[in-house]
């Protein structure tokens, strides 16, 4: 009798130390009492009672599963033993030796080593076939068995033996290191494996990729047109603006997103003064972004390409340079994920929430997030040119082919030659036929006061459509 006396007064005191620390009113939180309650219990009855032994830590993962599944497809709980993985993935990082390959017919084919990585300083190039991980033959295996010989610790070595494609065999060391991929990219390589970005050299046309939006895209992006200080040891690098560009055209089509803070810094490169992106939530005030005017970008007819896969953050960049009258938007309506998700570490090293919190809305107003059953929503181009399946498979395998690092003399690197024997880019092909008409059919536009310089115009100059 004493003992289930002890017992009670334990629970009571526990229950009172939850009441406090649990938010909300005392109803509430005797609510929220009641649920924890509730699912300890039936947690403890099926652990007990089940006709077959159950994984105790699977029951609470799927428990928790269930109550993520009536919410959005982007908020998700993360456990402990992801986080790291699911970190470094939002930081678009990894350690290896920086290789992207492929299984063709049954052979690990390089389809292009990263640039600055192990495996680019070690000789990796694209069309090598992998023979050998560390003198071990890996015919046979999968890509997954494949890159868990590949990857290791940060430090450590591995030698791949590697058949060239003049039919040469070599075996390249290099050291594991933590490989943190470009977002920012041109339109195809030089022979040296440095980016050409330019499309058209009459009139000079720049071409620039987002891939996505990760930590360092806005510092990428400011390199790539404005160039980059010496470094010790190293010349300057001078950006495309100073080769005299007339127009460029910003590639965000299949770019699922990514940070916020980078897209609002992209957009703020090009737009001097106004609303950039704004987020409400239920339960987070309404937080309206607006241009700084510091480091805007002299004016240039401007052309951004977007498609059903640009989501996100790609949104916000289209979307805001859109409403500000500062580019024009080309091919199909993107994807329409117009959510802010928080990450929420939960206590005890419990993992972390990735959840939904608010919605991103354009400058006119306009909501990004496609809700069931909406009929408007994304960033609808002004000039619209659609892609079959056929078509974005090979606007893919051309970019591909475009950016792969090869071995110098190994294929033509000038635009027309590469138009003869690759698959026309319907969409590409608008956005250049459409930016030389901005440039050579129309008024250059007026240059603003020198009290203003670099502010954006009002409008960019009309398409030869005369559609905007």
């Known amino acids: 009798m004493k003992r289930e006396r002890t017992a009670w007064v334990v629970s009571l005191v526990l229950m009172a130390i939850l009441a406090f620390r649990l938010p909300g009113s005392l109803a509430q939180r005797d609510d929220d009492y009641s649920f924890v309650r509730k699912l300890v219990d039936i947690h403890r ?3 007990t009672n089940y006709v077959e032994p159950v994984v105790e830590n699977d029951l609470r993962n799927k428990a928790i599963a269930g109550m993520m599944s009536d919410l959005d497809p982007f908020s998700v709980y993360v456990p402990p033993a992801e986080q790291e993985n699911f970190d470094r993935m939002l930081d678009d990082s990894f350690r290896g030796v ?3 390959f492929e299984l063709d017919d049954g052979k690990a084919t390089v389809v292009s080593p990263i640039e600055d990585s192990p495996a680019f300083a070690a000789g990796v190039l694209a069309g090598d076939v992998i023979q050998k991980v560390d ?9 997954t068995d494949i890159a868990k010989k590949i990857t290791g610790p940060v430090g450590s070595k591995v030698t791949l033996t590697v058949l060239h494609p003049n039919g ?14 470009t977002t920012v990219k041109g339109y195809h390589r030089n022979p040296d494996a440095s980016w050409n970005y330019y499309i058209e050299n009459t009139p000079k046309i720049a071409y620039l ?10 510092d990428e992006m400011h390199d790539a047109l404005v160039g980059k200080a010496a470094e010790p040891g190293k010349p300057a690098v001078p950006g495309i603006m100073d080769t005299g560009i007339k127009g460029l055209i910003l590639d965000l089509r299949f ?3 990514g940070r916020l803070d980078q897209a609002i810094k992209v957009v703020n490169m090009f737009v001097k003064e106004g609303v950039i992106v704004s987020t409400k939530g239920r339960n987070r005030p309404e937080n309206i972004v607006k241009a700084t005017g ?3 970008l002299p004016y240039f007819p401007m052309i951004v390409l977007v498609n059903e896969h640009s989501a996100s953050a790609a949104e916000i960049v289209s979307g805001s340079l859109k409403d500000n009258h500062r580019a024009l938007i080309v091919g199909q309506r993107t994807y329409g ?14 993992g972390e929430l990735k959840l939904t919190v608010a919605y991103y809305y354009l400058p006119s107003g306009r909501l990004v997030h496609r809700k069931k059953d909406a009929t408007d929503w994304g960033v609808e181009p002004q000039i619209i040119v659609p892609l079959d399946d056929d078509g974005e498979r090979q606007v893919l395998q051309t970019r591909s082919d475009n950016e792969a690092i090869r071995a110098v003399g190994s294929r033509a690197t000038t635009r027309a030659t590469a138009a003869a024997t690759q698959p026309v880019d319907a969409q590409m092909e608008q956005a250049i036929n459409t930016m030389v008409g901005l440039i050579v059919l129309q008024p250059p536009p007026v240059a603003p006061p020198a009290s203003n310089v670099g502010a954006p115009q009002a409008a960019i100059p009309s398409a030869p459509s005369g559609k905007l």
Do not use: C, W, Y
């Not at 040469?168 to 991929?181: C, T, W, Y």
């Not at 990729?209 to 806005?218: D, G, K, L, P, V």
């Open 45 to 47: 009855q099926i652990t």
């Open 98 to 100: 920086g290789i992207e």
């Open 135 to 143: 003198g071990s033959p890996i015919e046979g295996l999968g890509m």
């Open 168 to 181: 040469d065999v070599a075996n390249l060391s290099m050291e594991r290191r933590e490989i943190v991929m």
């Open 209 to 218: 990729r987002i891939t996505q939006f990760t930590e360092n895209t806005a």
């Open 255 to 257: 770019n699922p997103g």
């Open 294 to 296: 510091e480091g805007t």
């Open 337 to 350: 994920k117009g959510s802010v998700q928080e990450l929420i570490p939960l206590e005890d090293n419990g």
